[in-house]
């Protein structure tokens, strides 16, 4: 069973926690994580991209001139698409990119990113992160203790200091337990997850 070092907000060694192997220390299966990551990128795409086609465009209400005896090419509109300011044909229009992956996939993605994480030794876990006031500066400064660049931080519940003390950060992003996923896990150097977070995210992912 893996076993991570607990530390507090200055560095120091508290303790440890069992991990459960199911969850951290499970094989890295890149299929599923590359299936949930283009998941994930898809359903945030806008889809707004749109062009004109014949119908949307003014005019053509008539045919430009008779059919036969002009001695020009056939022409039912002015509003062709081989026309100046013609309508364009098959164009993109508004739609949605978002796909569904099957939640034993979405399950086994999540769990080899953090599997990956801890055998990288990318994973960090505070006993917890006390702050009484809002300050980006000090909420800084413990990140620099540790070393660390582009974080994520999980926690088990909603801290409004600690996310207002981050928000400012760029590199740095947030995040509750329930709401972890496999983009921002692989998206970030390091992950820092509170002790009462690690516990929330061994009991959703091994039911």
């Known amino acids: ?5 607990v530390y507090d907000i200055n560095n120091r060694q508290v303790g440890e926690i069992q991990l459960s192997d199911a969850v951290f220390g499970a094989p890295v299966n890149e299929a599923a994580i ?3 990551v283009r998941m994930q990128l898809a359903a945030r795409r806008s889809g707004t991209a749109a062009t004109k086609e014949r119908g949307d465009v003014s005019g053509g209400g008539r045919k430009p001139w008779r059919q036969k005896g002009t001695g020009r090419a056939r022409a039912g509109t002015i509003r062709s698409p081989l026309w100046r300011k013609g309508g364009t044909v098959f164009g993109p229009r508004p ?3 978002a796909f569904k992956v099957p939640k034993k996939v979405r399950r086994l993605a999540l769990v080899s990113a953090l599997s990956l994480k801890f055998r990288e030794q990318r ?3 505070l006993n917890d992160f006390p702050m009484d006031e809002i300050k980006t500066k000090k909420f800084k400064e413990v ?3 540790f070393g660390l660049g582009k974080v994520l931080l999980v926690v088990d519940k909603p801290s409004p200091i600690l996310d207002k003390s981050s928000r400012n950060l760029k590199e740095v992003k947030m995040i509750r337990s329930e709401g972890i996923n496999v983009y921002d896990l692989l998206n970030h150097d390091h992950v820092v997850m509170l ?3 690690v516990k929330n995210i061994e009991g959703a992912l091994s039911q």
């Open 1 to 5: 069973m893996p076993v991570a070092s």
């Open 34 to 36: 590359y299936q949930v």
């Open 95 to 97: 739609r949605s990119y």
């Open 123 to 125: 994973l960090i876990v």
């Open 143 to 145: 990140l620099d203790r």
């Open 195 to 197: 002790e009462m977070a």
